[in-house]
């Protein structure tokens, strides 16, 4: 089996700054790091062997960035419905808009858009949640990407389907579909506790455990949210709703989640698998809050970071999603202590890792795990000097700052071209698809 052995690099392989590598070698054997070490690698021993070297000087390696929670094709529907707050954003704009113009081919398109970004924004896996999932699917399998891909499943009449029934059943394909997939999963969404009803979320509870899947869902985002559940669940919160509706028996996880009460966390403690996602550009943009992500890991639950969707957020610049997430903690609680560099590190690779339940397989740079990498180029002015890897990469790097990707052992991005998808093609596409969707679906 070939090798590939990154020389000359600095690597920063997990969330401790201990672990920091000034000059070392990363050694991949198909799809897996076989080996990490200090200092330089012996040349002569390539001899007679099938390896390639990638010569790493001038860039920092990190694992890849996992975004948690976020809807991938909503990426053409930024600049919609702004300043609003979440329901009124969601009922007056998102829901109405997406039914008139949400199809395969917007999901499609919108995907691979957003897929171009959250390469360049160093993301190597993500947690999307949205209609048409065989498109999402097929998009992420194309770009190279690891991915788990909520297929919606809700009551109501949808972009992809009639009802409940039709949901599942789409579930169901998909779940067979990528059942051979090595880097993509089948997931069900049912959108949230204020637009599914009890019975919905039994059946999807239920429809979970009987094919083991993934829960990803939406959680106390707002206070108008909180509301809503209150009325139409006799005065529940989401969480109560979900554990009411069986979903603590299954692996579930929650986006947002900014208003949990203590209540809420005896409840999500005796859930058989919960990860929790911090979303804080999407919430300040809403106004919704802002979400006690350490009392969250106190609590014991995996911590990881989404970007939400381009429409409520507006990019999906994954870099400034922690660098700002790191700061809003350190404003609310009054305390600089809090959201340090190697919480919020973990948080953005071993916490999405472990919130899918993916983290002994990626999330660090480890002999034996999958080798999903990325390099960033520490020539850019704002990477100048580097005095502290972990300091770097969460208040300085940007979007546009990755020069290479490797995800499963493949090149997705080298020199700074991505190598799986042509990106013309994708931008006038998605320039012509935009061109037709109004503001007003009436």
């Known amino acids: 089996m070939s090798k590939i052995v990154f020389i000359n690099a600095a690597i920063l392989p997990k969330a401790d700054r201990n672990s920091f590598i000034d000059q070392g070698f990363i050694v991949v054997e198909g799809n897996k790091v076989v080996q990490i070490g200090e200092g330089t690698w012996d040349i002569e021993r390539a001899q007679d062997q099938d390896i390639s070297f990638f010569d790493a ?11 948690a929670h976020t809807h991938l094709a909503m990426t053409l529907l930024k600049g919609f419905g702004e300043d609003l707050p979440l329901i009124d954003w969601l009922h007056e704009y998102m829901f109405p808009i997406e039914g008139k113009w949400t199809s395969a081919e917007f999901v499609s398109i919108g995907t691979k858009l957003a897929l171009l970004e959250c390469i360049r924004s160093g993301v190597t896996a993500v947690g999307d949640m949205y209609y048409f999932g065989a498109q999402t699917a097929e998009a992420l399998d194309q770009a190279g990407l690891r991915g788990w891909v909520g297929q919606s499943a809700m009551k109501n009449k ?18 067979e579909k990528l059942q051979n997939n090595p880097r993509i999963r089948a997931s069900i969404a049912p959108h949230s506790a204020y637009s ?6 039994k059946q999807v509870a239920e429809f979970a455990k009987a094919h083991n899947l993934i829960i990803q869902t939406h959680a106390s985002e707002s206070k108008g949210e909180q509301s809503i559940v209150a009325q139409n669940h006799n005065g529940m919160t989401p969480v109560e709703v979900f554990r009411e509706a069986g979903m603590h028996e299954c692996d579930v ?4 989640g900014v208003y949990l009460s203590d209540s809420d966390y005896k409840h999500l403690n005796t859930f058989n698998h919960v990860g929790l996602v911090y979303n804080p550009e999407s919430n300040m943009k809403l106004g919704s809050g802002i979400a006690d992500i350490h009392r969250w890991a106190k609590e014991g639950i995996h ?15 994954f870099f400034s999603e922690v660098r700002t997430g790191a700061l809003l903690q350190k404003v609310n609680h009054f305390d600089p202590t809090v959201s340090s560099t190697e919480f919020m590190f973990h948080a953005a690779t071993m916490g999405g890792a472990a919130a899918f339940r993916a983290d002994h397989e990626i999330g660090s740079l480890e002999v034996g795990k999958k080798a999903d990498l990325v390099c960033l180029d520490l020539s850019k ?12 990469v969460i208040y300085c790097a940007k979007e546009g700052d990755v020069s290479d990707m490797m995800i499963d052992g493949q090149w997705v991005m080298r020199n700074n071209n991505i190598e ?3 990106e013309d093609a994708i931008r006038e596409e998605a320039l012509v698809l935009s061109k037709n969707i109004q503001t007003s679906p009436k």
């Open 196 to 201: 599914d009803d009890m019975d919905t979320l």
């Open 303 to 317: 911590v990881a970071v989404g970007t939400d969707g381009s429409a409520s957020n507006n990019d999906l610049d």
């Open 420 to 422: 799986t998808l042509d």
């Open 253 to 256: 996880v929650l986006a947002h």
């Open 158 to 175: 949808v972009p992809d389907a009639a009802g409940l029934a039709e949901g599942l059943e789409n579930v169901r394909k998909l779940s």
């Open 57 to 67: 000087q001038g860039k920092l390696i990190i694992p890849g960035l996992f975004n």
């Open 381 to 392: 002015p704002h990477l100048i000097p580097m005095h502290d890897a972990l300091s770097n």
